[in-house]
C-alpha cells in the first residue's frame, strides 16, 4: 500500500533539520523563483525602451526598438512558471473571467492583460509602415502571398504612410509609452506586494519589498536586452564576415554601432544597478536596527544558513563584482556581456533568496528546512519544479522572438519614424 505522505507537494526536495511541524515543507519552488524573475524582464525591457520614446533619450534609439520587441517575446513566458507549478493549470482561467481587486492574483490578472494591450499597441504603432511596406513589396512575388497575407491582417486595414499619419503613429507611440510604464512597474511591483503583504513571514513582510523587486526587475530587464544584443551583434559580425561580397568594413560597422549603443545602454543600467543596491543594502540595516521579535531566527539564516547565498552569490559575485567590471576604464563587449551575466545571476539570487530562503525556517522558530533542486526528473512533477522545468522557461523568449522578429526585424532594419 502506498504511503499517502509520497503525494505531499514538496516532500521530494525538501529535508529538514531541528524542529518543524510536520506539515511544513518548501512549498513554493524553483518555478515561483523564476516567476518575479520573469515578469521582472519584462518590465525591465519595456522601461529600457520608454527611455527613447518618453523621456527622448535619442542615444538608445536602436536598443529602444530592439528591447520593445523582446519584451514582447517575454510577456507570454511571464506567467508560464505559475502553470506549471499549479497542480490544475486550468483554473488560472478562473481570475480572468472573474476579475476583482479584492484577490491580488485577480489584480495580476487585470494589469497583465491591460500591459499586454499596452504593448502589441505599440509595437503596432512602431511597424505599421513596414506592415505596409511589406504588402506592397510581396505583391506579385511567388510564393510569397500567405506571407503577404499575413502583413495585410497586421496592417489592420490602415494602409495611409503619409508624413501626417506617420507623425499620429508617433505620438501615439509616446502615449501608450508612458501608460505603460506605472502598468510594467505595478505588474512587477505586485510580485513584491505579494511577498511584504505575507504577515506570517518575518523575512518577507517588509514595505520596501513592492520598490526592491521594482528597481531590480528594471536592472535584470535591461541587463538581459544588452546581453542579447551583444549576442546578436556578434553573430552578425560573424556573418557577416563569412558571408560573400561582405568584407572587413561591414564587420567593423556593425562593431562600431554595437559599441555606441551598449556603451550608452551601460550608463543607465549602472544608475538602476546602484538605486537596487541601495534600497536592499537599506532593506538590510533597517531590519537589524529595528530588530523585532523575529531577527532572531532571521539573522540565523542571512549571516548563517544562507550567508553564501545572500553576501556572496547575490551581493558579492552578483552586485559588486558587476559594478567594478562596469566602472573599470577601457570597457570591452567581452566585459560588459561577463558584467550583464553576472548581473542576471545576482537579481535571479535575490528572487531565490527571498522565496526560498524565506520558506528556509520554520514557523516555530525552531528549525530549518532545505531546498534540493531536482537536476534529473523521474516524474512530471520534478520535471517541471526542477532543472527541466528552468531551463524550459528560459528557452521559450528566445523561440518566440526569433518568429516575432521575422513580421517585425528589430535590430538593423528600419521601421519609419517611430
Known amino acids: ?46 522601461v529600457l525602451s520608454s527611455l527613447y520614446h518618453v523621456f527622448g533619450q535619442k542615444d538608445l534609439k536602436d536598443m529602444a526598438r530592439f528591447s520593445l520587441v523582446f519584451s514582447l517575446a517575454l510577456l507570454p513566458v511571464a506567467a508560464m512558471p505559475l502553470l506549471l507549478h ?10 480572468l473571467f472573474t476579475p476583482h481587486f479584492t484577490s491580488a492574483i485577480s489584480a495580476f490578472g487585470i494589469v497583465f492583460s491591460t500591459y499586454g494591450l499596452i ?13 505596409v511596406e511589406q504588402v506592397h513589396a510581396l505583391k506579385g512575388k511567388k510564393g510569397a502571398g500567405l506571407k503577404r497575407l499575413v502583413f495585410m ?15 499620429k503613429d508617433k505620438r501615439a507611440v509616446s502615449i501608450m509609452a508612458a501608460v505603460g510604464i506605472p502598468v510594467a512597474c505595478f505588474l512587477h511591483g505586485y510580485a513584491g506586494f505579494i511577498f511584504g503583504s505575507v ?34 551583434m556578434e553573430f552578425k559580425k560573424i556573418k557577416a564576415a563569412i558571408a560573400k561580397g561582405m568584407g572587413d568594413e561591414s564587420v567593423q560597422e556593425i562593431k562600431g ?28 540595516i533597517f531590519r537589524g536596527y529595528t530588530a523585532m521579535k523575529s531577527w532572531d531566527i532571521l539573522r540565523s539564516v542571512m549571516y548563517g544558513k544562507d550567508f553564501v547565498n545572500i553576501f556572496i552569490l547575490q551581493y558579492g559575485l552578483g552586485n559588486l563584482v558587476p559594478f567594478i567590471m562596469l566602472l573599470w576604464p577601457k570597457r570591452t563587449l567581452r566585459r560588459v556581456a561577463i558584467a550583464t551575466l553576472l548581473i542576471l545571476f545576482g537579481v535571479f539570487m535575490m528572487r531565490w533568496n527571498v522565496v526560498i530562503g524565506g520558506q528556509a525556517f520554520s514557523l516555530s522558530f525552531a528549525g530549518f528546512m532545505h531546498y534540493h533542486l531536482p537536476i534529473i526528473p523521474h516524474n512530471l512533477e520534478t520535471f517541471k519544479e526542477g532543472l527541466g522545468g528552468v531551463l524550459l522557461v528560459m528557452v521559450t523568449p528566445y523561440v518566440l522572438f526569433w518568429i516575432i522578429n521575422k513580421f517585425t526585424p528589430s535590430i538593423g532594419e528600419a521601421t519609419g519614424k517611430a
Not at 491582417?153 to 507623425?167: F, H, I, P, R
Open 1 to 46: 500500500m502506498i504511503e499517502p505522505s509520497v503525494y505531499v507537494h514538496g516532500l521530494e526536495w525538501t529535508t529538514k533539520e531541528l524542529f518543524t511541524y510536520p506539515n511544513e515543507f518548501i512549498y513554493w519552488s524553483v518555478q515561483i523563483v523564476m516567476y518575479p524573475y520573469m515578469t521582472g524582464l519584462v518590465a525591465g525591457a519595456f
Open 86 to 95: 499549479l497542480q490544475q493549470p486550468l483554473r488560472a482561467l478562473h481570475p
Open 119 to 131: 504593448v502589441l499597441s505599440e509595437i503596432w504603432f512602431v511597424y505599421r509602415k513596414h506592415f
Open 153 to 167: 491582417v497586421l496592417t489592420l486595414g490602415a494602409m495611409d504612410t503619409s508624413e501626417e499619419a506617420l507623425a
Open 199 to 232: 504577515k506570517a513571514n518575518a523575512l518577507w513582510m517588509s514595505p520596501l519589498m513592492p520598490v526592491i523587486f521594482i528597481m531590480s526587475a528594471v536592472v535584470s530587464g535591461i541587463a538581459l536586452c544588452m546581453l542579447t544584443y551583444i549576442v546578436i
Open 257 to 284: 554601432v554595437e559599441m555606441d549603443v551598449i556603451g550608452k545602454a551601460t550608463r543607465y543600467l549602472i544608475t538602476f544597478l546602484v538605486a537596487a543596491i541601495s534600497l536592499e543594502i537599506l532593506d538590510l
